[in-house]
């Protein structure tokens, strides 16, 4: 409702042109962005070394893989019982 409150966008025009031009993302995408700036940051030493202290490189088994050059990361694993 704000975006067309702001550019005051009929109810039935179409609301993407509306965001983009806003410069505004739909909250997942937000999510997903802010979760990738931060994980860039850390890599590059720009985030608080508490950030990059958790971020853990994936080590492959013993034989050479592709995705050794991908600068993979390990997935924590979660207790969600204690969520």
Request: glycine share 2%; aromatic share 8%.
């Given at each position: 409702?704000?975006?067309?409150?702001?550019?005051?966008?009929?109810?039935?025009?179409?609301?993407?042109?509306?965001?983009?031009?806003?410069?505004?993302?739909?909250?997942?995408?937000?999510?997903?962005?802010?979760v990738l700036l931060l994980t860039?940051?850390?890599?590059?030493?720009?985030?608080?070394?508490?950030?990059?202290?958790?971020?853990?490189?994936?080590?492959?088994?013993?034989?050479?893989?592709?995705?050794?050059?991908?600068?993979?990361?390990?997935?924590?694993?979660?207790?969600?019982?204690?969520?």
């Open positions: 409702a704000c975006p067309r409150i702001l550019t005051k966008t009929r109810k039935y025009d179409h609301i993407t042109p509306v965001l983009a031009s806003l410069h505004w993302l739909p909250v997942q995408a937000r999510a997903d962005f802010k860039y940051k850390a890599l590059h030493g720009l985030a608080p070394p508490y950030l990059s202290e958790l971020l853990t490189p994936y080590m492959s088994s013993s034989r050479p893989l592709h995705s050794l050059d991908a600068a993979l990361l390990v997935i924590p694993s979660i207790n969600k019982k204690s969520l």
